[in-house]
C-alpha cells in the first residue's frame, strides 16, 4: 500500500510507521485540541492531565497520543466514560475535527490518505466513497418512505434508481423489512427505525463505518436484537466498523477490538478476552468487574496452550477421571491417535455451538468454543478438551482448573 499526498498539498505529512497492509484507519499520534492549540500541546507534553490544561489555558484536550490501527473488516469500539473523547476521535476519521497534531491515515481507493492534510477534494471524495458516518439514532428522514432512506446516500451519490433500488431490497431483506418497504418511517416503531439505519449505512459502497452510539436510548430488549442484526450484517458485507459505545458490554459483545479511552486518551487496546483477563489499569477494571466472564470468555482465553502441556515420547499427556491420557499429533500438530491406560479409543468432536459431530472418549472442540459451552462439554467428559485452531492444530487443552481460573481472573 501506498500513501499519497494531494498535488499541491505539501507531501508534508507521510505516514510515520511502516503501513500494514490490511489497515482500514492509521491513527497515529494523535492529538485533538479545542481552543488554544499550542498552549495546550506544550503543557500535554509536558505531562498535564486534561483538568490542568483546562483550568491554565481554558482549551480541552479532546485526544491525545492517540495510536490506533483498525483492520479491514474488524469492528473497532471506543468506549469510555462520556468526555473520554470517543466521538472526537471518531469524528476526526472522516476530517470533522482539526488535529493538533499526528496522522488519520484511511485507506481510500488502495492507498493512505492523511485526511488531517489531504485537501478539500480528496476529502469530499473520501467522505462520498470510503468512509460513511451513521449519526446517532441514524437520522433518519421521517417524510420518506423506507426505501428512500435505505437509498438515500446512494442516490446522493448519483446511482440510478433501478441500480439503487436492487441494493436497497437486499439490505432490508437482511434486516427482516421486505414488506415495510414502501412506509413512511414515521409509521414503524422505534427498533425498526434502528434497522432501516442500520439497512442504510450497510447498503452503502463505504468500506469504513463510523457509528456513534447508533443504539443508545433504546430499551435493552431491543438493543440486544439490533447487535445480533449488526452482527449478522457484518458477517456478510464485512466492513470496517468504527463503533463508539459507552456501555462495556456492548463493546464487549460486537467488538473485534475495543479501544478503552479515558481524559482524551486510549488507556488500553484489545480484544475482549485481553480487556476481561488483562485490565490495563484501575480503570479498566472498574468497568470489567460489573462484566460476567460467561458472556465473553471463549476456551482458547483460559486454556493451557500447547506449548506448556506436559510430553512423553512426544505424545501429549493429560490426566483424566478414566486413567492416564496419551494424544499423539500428526507432524502438522494435529491430534492423531489417542490412548488411554495403553488402550487405543477414539477421538470424538463437538462443533462450535458444543453439538456432538463424533462420539468418542476424549473431545476435540474448536479453541472458539464459548466458555459457557465448553463447560458444559467437560461436565459430560472424563477429561479435558482438547482444543484446536482452524487449520485443526491442538492450540490447547482446556480442563476445569483452567475454566475456574479463567472465571476468577
Ligand atoms: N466542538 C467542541 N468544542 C469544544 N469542546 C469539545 C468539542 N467537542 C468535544 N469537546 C469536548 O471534548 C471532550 C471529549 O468529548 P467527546 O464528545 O469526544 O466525548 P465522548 O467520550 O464522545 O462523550 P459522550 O459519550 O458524552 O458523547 C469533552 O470534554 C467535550 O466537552
Known amino acids: 500500500m501506498t500513501v499519497i499526498a494531494e498535488p499541491g498539498v505539501a507531501a508534508a505529512v507521510p505516514a510515520s510507521k511502516p503501513s500494514r497492509a490490511d489497515n482500514a484507519v492509521e491513527l497515529r499520534d494523535l492529538a485533538i485540541i479545542f481552543g488554544r492549540t499550542k498552549e495546550a500541546l506544550a503543557l500535554a507534553d509536558q505531562g498535564a492531565n486534561r483538568d490542568e490544561i483546562r483550568d491554565r489555558t481554558g482549551a480541552i484536550l479532546g485526544a491525545y497520543k492517540v495510536d490506533l490501527d483498525i483492520r479491514n473488516g474488524e469492528i473497532c469500539v471506543l468506549m469510555g466514560l462520556s468526555g473520554s473523547g470517543k466521538s ?64 438515500f446516500g446512494l442516490e446522493i451519490r ?67 436484537k439490533l447487535q445480533d442484526d449488526l452482527l449478522a450484517l457484518q458477517e456478510k458485507l464485512h466492513k470496517t466498523i468504527i463503533f463508539v459505545s459507552h456501555d462495556l458490554s456492548e463493546a464487549l459483545k460486537i467488538g473485534n477490538r475495543i479501544a478503552i479511552m479515558e481524559g482524551g486518551r486510549v488507556v488500553q487496546f484489545g480484544a475482549p478476552a485481553d480487556i476481561m483477563l488483562r485490565p490495563a489499569d484501575a480503570y479498566v477494571a472498574e468497568f470489567v468487574k460489573r462484566m460476567n466472564p460467561l458472556d465473553v470468555l471463549c476456551a482458547d482465553a483460559v486454556m493451557t496452550p500447547t506449548a506448556k502441556l506436559s510430553r512423553e515420547a512426544g505424545a501429549v499427556m493429560m490426566d483424566g477421571d478414566g486413567g492416564a491420557v496419551a494424544l499423539t499429533l500428526c507432524s502438522e500438530g494435529k491430534p492423531l491417535t489417542l490412548m488411554i491406560n495403553g488402550q487405543v479409543r477414539t477421538i470424538g468432536a463437538v462443533d462450535v455451538s458444543g453439538a456432538v459431530t463424533r462420539k468418542g472418549d476424549v ?47
Open 88 to 151: 472526537t476521535v471518531l469524528r476526526a476519521v472522516n476530517g470533522l475535527n482539526t488535529t493538533a497534531r499526528g496522522e488519520v491515515m484511511v485507506c481510500h481507493e488502495g492507498a493512505l490518505v492523511d485526511v488531517a492534510t489531504c485537501g478539500a477534494k480528496t476529502l469530499r471524495d473520501i467522505r462520498l466513497k470510503t468512509v460513511s458516518m451513521v449519526f446517532q439514532q441514524f437520522g433518519l428522514l421521517p417524510w420518506r418512505s423506507v426505501r428512500d432512506n435505505v437509498g
Open 158 to 224: 448519483g446511482m440510478g434508481a433501478a441500480e439503487r433500488r436492487a441494493i436497497v431490497d437486499e439490505k432490508l431483506e437482511m434486516v427482516g423489512l421486505s414488506n415495510w418497504a414502501d412506509k413512511q418511517v414515521q409509521e414503524l416503531s422505534g427498533g425498526m427505525q434502528q434497522r432501516v439505519g442500520l439497512a442504510r449505512a450497510f447498503a452503502t459502497d463505504a468500506d469504513i463505518l463510523l457509528m456513534d452510539e447508533p443504539f443508545s436510548a433504546l430499551d435493552p430488549l431491543i438493543r440486544d
Open 363 to 409: 473431545v476435540v472442540a474448536p479453541a472458539e468454543l464459548p466458555l459457557k459451552t465448553a463447560i458444559d462439554v467437560r461436565r459430560q467428559s472424563n477429561y479435558p478438551i482438547a482444543l484446536v485452531d482452524q487449520l485443526g492444530r491442538l492450540a490447547g487443552l482446556c480442563d476445569h482448573e483452567d475454566i475456574y481460573r479463567g472465571l476468577l481472573r
